[in-house]
Each structure stands twice: as structure tokens, then as C-alpha cells.
């Protein structure tokens, strides 16, 4: 079935630098795209969302790519930050207002050396 | 605090029992979801209400597990004779567009 995936399981990077975080989705006909963060015995925490019309989305401290030509989606975190440690999740989802089941991807851990 | 609560955080049962998890959304929202979390994977989605009305069921739902809204505020999860592979983290989420907020999760162990 179609999914979404990430690349890299865990991303080491020191405090201070930039860090870059890779999905891969194959659903085609996904609209809506979204970034968790997932801290030990938490739920997910919303960070930043995107829709197939944009290719870029910016928030603060944190950017968003969408390249639907390679259903590529990538997390940017500027500044890195030890408080930005945790699992990122991304997930996919139709977006529409008939309901947004979300398909998970399989996490990437971040850690942030000081 | 006026995000997503669950109760109970934390459930050990022996297998063959029943259990049931609770869901308070936050107040204003009108759907709310249901998802299953194994260890080092992402969440999976189970199922959503739109008030009370429930609408999406994913294959995962087996027949012992049943979900209710009854007045389309909070909501319920039950798991009739449970399995060790039913052992996982349950997730509720609650949204009124498309941002999807989430509650703390119950852990369920089944021994």
C-alpha cells in the first residue's frame, strides 16, 4: 500500500546548527502534509503543516520544503536547540474537510549535543 | 489545561480481559481520532468521529475493538479480550480543521 517513509532513523547535530530532517511519501493524492514532534511518554506536538499547493512554508525557528515532483518532504530547523530533541514524525493526509486520517511515517530520532 | 486528556496514562491488564480508554477533546472541536503507537514506529490510524457519528474505521479495527462518541463529546475505546499484541500506546487526537491536536496517550500492557 502507499506510505510514507523517512530516511535517516536518527540525526546527531550540535547545538547551534542546522538540522535537516527527509520524508518520502508515495500517496500521490495526499493534500496536506504535517511535522510532529515527539517527545519520551508524550503525545505528538503539531510543529508546522503544508499543503500541495505551497512548496515552502516558514514558522519560527522551523521551515518546511514540499518537492511534490519527488514526493519529497523535508523538516528545517534552524538553530538547533537541546529542547529540540526528540522523534520527528512526518504525515500525510487528504486534507479535506470530510475527515484527515493521517498516515504516519516511521520517525527519525534528533539529537542535539551541547 | 484545555488540550486532549486521556485516562487512564497507563493500563496493565492480563490477557482476555476487557479495557477501556477515555478521551476528553478539547471543547470546541467536533472530530476526534483514535491511534494505535507500537515503540519506535508512528502512529496508525484506527478511527474518527465527526461529532457523534463514526465514520472511519481502518482494518486494524478488529471486531473486539469498538469506539463510541455517544454525544459527540467525549469518546471511548474498548478492547474485549485482549491480546499481548494489542500492547501499544492508544492516541486521541481532536481537531476542528485540519490541525490535529493530541492527547497524552494510554500505554497498555498486556501481560
Known amino acids: 500500500g502507499e506510505s510514507v517513509g523517512l530516511h535517516l532513523p536518527t540525526l546527531s547535530v550540535q547545538e547551534g546548527d542546522n538540522s535537516i530532517i527527509n520524508c518520502a511519501y508515495s500517496?500521490?493524492?495526499?493534500?496536506?502534509f504535517i511535522w510532529y514532534k515527539q517527545e519520551s511518554g508524550k503525545g505528538p506536538q503539531f510543529i508546522i503543516d503544508?499543503?500541495?499547493?505551497?512548496d515552502k512554508r516558514q514558522g519560527q525557528r522551523v521551515t518546511v520544503l514540499l518537492n511534490k515532483t519527488v514526493k519529497h518532504l523535508s523538516l528545517q530547523i534552524a538553530a538547533t536547540q537541546p529542547g529540540d530533541s526528540a522523534v520527528y514524525f512526518c504525515a500525510e493526509g487528504p486534507g479535506d474537510n470530510a475527515g484527515n486520517m493521517l498516515t504516519f511515517g516511521g520517525g527519525t530520532r534528533l539529537m542535539v549535543k551541547p | 489545561d484545555t488540550g486532549v486528556s486521556q485516562d487512564p496514562r497507563h493500563k496493565i491488564t492480563k490477557r482476555g480481559q476487557n479495557v477501556t480508554f477515555r478521551c476528553d477533546p478539547i471543547s470546541e472541536h467536533n472530530r476526534l481520532y483514535w491511534y494505535r503507537q507500537t515503540l519506535g514506529q508512528g502512529p496508525e490510524f484506527l478511527t474518527y468521529f465527526q461529532n457523534e457519528a463514526q465514520l472511519e474505521k481502518s482494518r486494524l479495527l478488529s471486531d473486539r475493538f469498538s469506539a463510541e462518541r455517544p454525544k459527540g463529546s467525549f469518546s471511548t475505546l474498548e478492547i474485549q479480550r485482549t491480546e499481548q499484541g494489542d500492547s501499544a500506546m492508544y492516541l486521541c487526537?481532536?481537531?476542528?480543521?485540519?490541525?490535529?491536536?493530541f492527547g497524552p496517550g494510554t500505554r497498555l500492557t498486556v501481560l
Open positions: 503544508i499543503r500541495s499547493n505551497m
Open positions: 500517496n500521490s493524492a495526499s493534500d496536506y
Open positions: 487526537a481532536s481537531s476542528y480543521g485540519n490541525e490535529q491536536f
